[in-house]
């Protein structure tokens, strides 16, 4: 391997979560500021998003970690509400179970935090920076 191809592979590694197969096939799972480690688990916020914005009372959302001492890090989901629900206790146990059922237990959102709105860029892109950022 030439130098520039060997510092090329060192630069996807360290932008992006990637893994190769038996058939040596490289598989692109995410950006590795968008993994959340947790516990001995990889998550990506795509799929937990994706799952979340299955349920009606999603109207969008944004999945970060949150560092915590015994796993690691802990999937937090921010979510804005549409109209015609209302922020409850059960609410938050609800889309908790829902992403258990479309997903697997581990990718659950320990933390829910409920918003008016996101913070996007110009373009309309989450700033999940943001999001990271701001205390539970």
């Given at each position: 391997m030439t130098k520039t191809l060997g510092t090329m592979a060192y630069m996807i590694?360290?932008?992006?979560?990637?893994?190769?197969?038996?058939?040596?096939?490289?598989?692109?799972?995410?950006?590795?500021?968008?993994?959340?480690?947790?516990?001995?688990?990889r998550v990506g916020h795509y799929e937990v998003e994706s799952a979340l914005m299955e349920h009606p009372c999603v109207l969008e959302c944004a999945i970060t970690g949150v560092l915590d001492e015994i796993r690691g890090a802990v999937i937090k989901a921010t979510?804005?509400?549409?109209?015609?629900?209302?922020?409850?206790?059960?609410?938050?146990?609800?889309?908790q179970n829902h992403v258990k059922k479309i997903t697997t237990p581990y990718k659950y959102p320990r933390i829910i935090k409920f918003v008016k709105e996101l913070p996007k860029t110009i373009s309309g892109k989450i700033k999940r920076k943001e999001i990271r950022e701001t205390r539970n």
């Open positions: 590694q360290e932008m992006y979560h990637t893994y190769k197969d038996e058939e040596r096939y490289i598989w692109f799972v995410g950006r590795s500021d968008d993994i959340i480690k947790n516990s001995s688990y979510v804005v509400l549409t109209k015609e629900y209302q922020l409850s206790p059960e609410l938050v146990i609800k889309l």
